[in-house]
């Protein structure tokens, strides 16, 4: 076939006088004849055949298609009742059951002292354990049953629990059952330590020397106070461990010594861990960071 385009601009020369008629009429025939047609080629026979097959195949495809539309109109409703039931099942979107609420005495002392507890925010404990006994802006203290729970708040959650020991609350306590009569010999793990001795406490409260350890078996590194009232076991044990401070820096007197040896001590002298084997132990804190202001 001719150039469309080449036959326009030739015929837009002869009406603008660019070419004569007769120039016009030798450029045509010349362009007709540069452009001649080549002879079709013949039909290929497996050309043929191939294009039957897929004809064929087109045809049985589409019966198929008008044959599953009538199925799915047919059982549409019985499939998405299906879809439906296996999502109501699936377990990514089945909903969270509720932690039930604790209804016994025992279930409510469960949950109150109970480690996971560490980390909750204050307002969950007035909802299950009802309004506190007392209540600061770092303190909460709770009668549950027979036992005073105590809970030390830092930065708007629980850091520790705190429970007094008496006749009626006998805690378990990291395995351990923590009665009236159990002393600081019984507590197999734990090690002396006090804030502060020999006189550099001031008057803000008796000093004491407590038991203390970090439970690898507890989650997070729970750490474990056991605390014991102030007597004449806990009297004998600081001077002792004053004077056994003293001798080592090579302190004349315990009057000689840098204040900062006695505070936050550990690592006592055994004869320290012998006078304070019977103490009992009053009350037991368990929670995080208990030990924060003692890095040493």
Not at 9 to 20: F, V
Not at 154 to 159: A, F, R, Y
Request: charged share 20%; with cysteine.
């Amino acid at each position: 076939m001719a150039d469309l385009d080449a036959l326009e601009r030739l015929n837009r020369l002869r009406e603008s006088g660019g070419l004569t008629q007769e120039e016009f009429e030798q450029e045509k025939a010349r362009l007709l004849a540069a452009q001649a047609v080549e002879p079709a080629a013949p039909p290929n026979k497996t050309r043929l055949w191939m294009l039957g097959i897929g004809a064929a195949v087109i045809a049985l495809a589409s019966i198929g298609y008008v044959l599953t539309r009538q199925d799915s109109a047919d059982g549409g409703a019985d499939e998405a009742t299906v879809a439906d039931k296996a999502a109501l099942d699936s377990p990514a979107l089945a909903s969270a059951a509720p932690t039930p609420t604790p209804s016994s005495p025992e279930e409510l002392y469960a949950w109150a002292t109970d480690v996971a507890r560490l980390g909750s925010k204050p307002a969950i404990f007035e909802e299950q354990l009802g309004k506190a006994d007392e209540k600061q802006s770092n303190f909460m203290a709770f009668q549950v049953g027979a036992c005073d729970v105590e809970y030390q708040l830092s930065n708007g959650v629980v850091e520790s629990i705190g429970l007094q020991i008496s006749p009626r609350c006998k805690p378990v306590v990291d395995d351990m059952v923590i009665g009236p009569d159990t002393t600081f010999a019984s507590v197999k793990e734990g090690y002396p330590v006090a804030d502060c001795i020999g006189g550099v406490c001031g008057n803000a409260a008796d000093p004491t020397i407590d038991l203390f350890y970090t439970a690898s078996r507890a989650p997070n590194s729970v750490g474990y106070y056991f605390v014991g009232d102030y007597d004449d076991a806990t009297s004998r044990a600081m001077d002792l461990w004053v004077t056994a401070i003293a001798e080592t820096n090579g302190a004349p007197t315990p009057g000689d010594l840098d204040p900062s040896l006695l505070t936050c001590l550990k690592d006592a002298p055994p004869e320290v861990s012998q006078v304070l084997a019977s103490k009992r132990v009053s009350k037991v804190y368990f929670g995080f960071n208990l030990r924060k202001h003692c890095p040493r």
